[in-house]
């Protein structure tokens, strides 16, 4: 959440600054004009993010052991290969599919899957912080060169300056890329005086490799693309707010799909399912068992109940024939057996207390009723 916070601290100065432009009549970008039309939605995303992230529910989650993100939630470098993979354009069906190739070779866990809504956000946010500042740095160079710009041709109503004493300021400091730009545009078939000043440009560049013509294409290809990516970004966040993110996570959850084979699972509804799912990862959690062998282990239990049914001996209870009667109901105990697991303490000493407490308190009343009868 801090970093959340901070991200929405920078986005919010990023849209002053350029709003505070925009009022002093000075040219900005497409990209800056996109964000400042669509603030809202970045808005409403930060307050989202805010809202619906509990505290500590990330580091909850498995982390990557290696690599740039490491010791970060799994979760949260699947976002991020996704953002990066689509340039952050958000499409249901690309997300759908990047998820199950993903858990072809490492299942997801639930928590994981309920986790990729927010942490998409996340990382929207994040990126679009990204830009917001490279449109805020590049805003702030295009203006330190028309101030340059301006002494040299003398505009502003002060006379020129001399053009060695205009550029001494800048002969050991980096040459950004929108500066050079902004004052090759400015000082370009202008007035021969300051012709210098464009020599020097020539030259500085010239070391570094390139030229004025080089410079001027690659800056209007970078704002290209960073029209284009805050363009996706903000409509991502708009489509990602409609969508439908439970049916969206029981579409790519591994568990769901082996609860719906061979059972009536589907066609229970939501509260239902999710009963079967919490039951799973408490049960995962306490075995050392995965979510899957644990979903697996329920319906292969339904399924010998079911292949045992119509034995003489027995009569037959068809709830046996459900996953759910292991995970919610009476058959609890079997499949705890089955996958090996340990109750919490608390849970231990509440079962200890109940199963010790049920035959005093089924005497007592016993007891009671025979008095109020005699």
């Known amino acids: 959440m801090p970093r959340v916070d901070d991200n929405g601290r920078v986005l919010r100065e990023a849209y002053r600054a350029i709003a505070k432009a925009i009022r002093e009549d000075r040219a900005i970008t497409p990209a800056a004009e996109w964000l400042v039309d669509n603030f809202h939605i970045v808005d409403e995303q930060l307050r989202e993010i805010r809202d619906d992230l509990p505290a500590g529910f990330y580091w909850q989650l498995p982390k990557l052991a290696e690599g740039p993100l490491a010791g970060y939630p799994r979760v949260y470098g699947i976002a991020w290969a996704f953002v990066a993979h689509t340039d952050s354009r958000f499409d249901p069906e690309t997300l759908r599919r990047f998820v199950h190739a993903y858990q072809r070779v490492q299942p997801l866990t639930i928590g ?189 239990l339904a399924t010998r109940t079911g292949l045992g049914a119509g034995r003489v001996d027995e009569p037959h209870d068809a709830r046996r024939d459900d996953p759910g009667y292991y995970l919610i109901a009476a058959g609890r105990a079997a499949l705890e057996l089955a996958i090996g697991f340990r109750p919490p303490a608390t849970r231990r000493m509440f079962r200890a207390y109940v199963a010790s407490a049920t035959p005093g308190y089924l005497g007592t009343i016993v007891v009671l009723s025979g008095l109020a009868l005699a």
Do not use: C
């Open 112 to 300: 994981e899957l309920w986790a990729v809504a927010i942490t998409l956000r996340v990382v929207l946010v994040e990126n679009l912080r990204r830009l917001a500042e490279a449109i805020v740095r590049g805003r702030a160079a295009r203006q330190e060169a028309d101030a340059l710009a301006d002494d040299l041709l003398g505009l502003g109503g002060q006379p020129a300056k001399r053009v060695a004493t205009a550029l001494q300021a800048f002969e050991h400091a980096p040459l950004v890329t929108a500066f050079a730009v902004q004052l090759v545009q400015r000082l370009r078939d202008q007035d021969p005086t300051v012709t210098p000043a464009l020599l020097w440009l020539d030259e500085r560049l010239g070391a570094q490799g390139t030229t004025p013509d080089d410079i001027v294409r690659v800056e209007h290809q970078r704002q290209a693309a960073m029209n284009v990516t805050v363009r996706n970004v903000i409509t991502s966040m708009r489509l990602m707010s409609a969508l439908d993110w439970t049916e969206f996570f029981e579409s790519v959850s591994l568990v769901d799909e082996v609860l719906r084979a061979g059972t009536t699972y589907a066609a229970m509804d939501f509260s239902t399912r999710d009963r079967y799912r919490h039951a799973i990862e408490e049960l995962a959690l306490g075995s050392g068992r995965s979510e899957l062998d644990v979903a697996r282990e329920a319906v292969l």
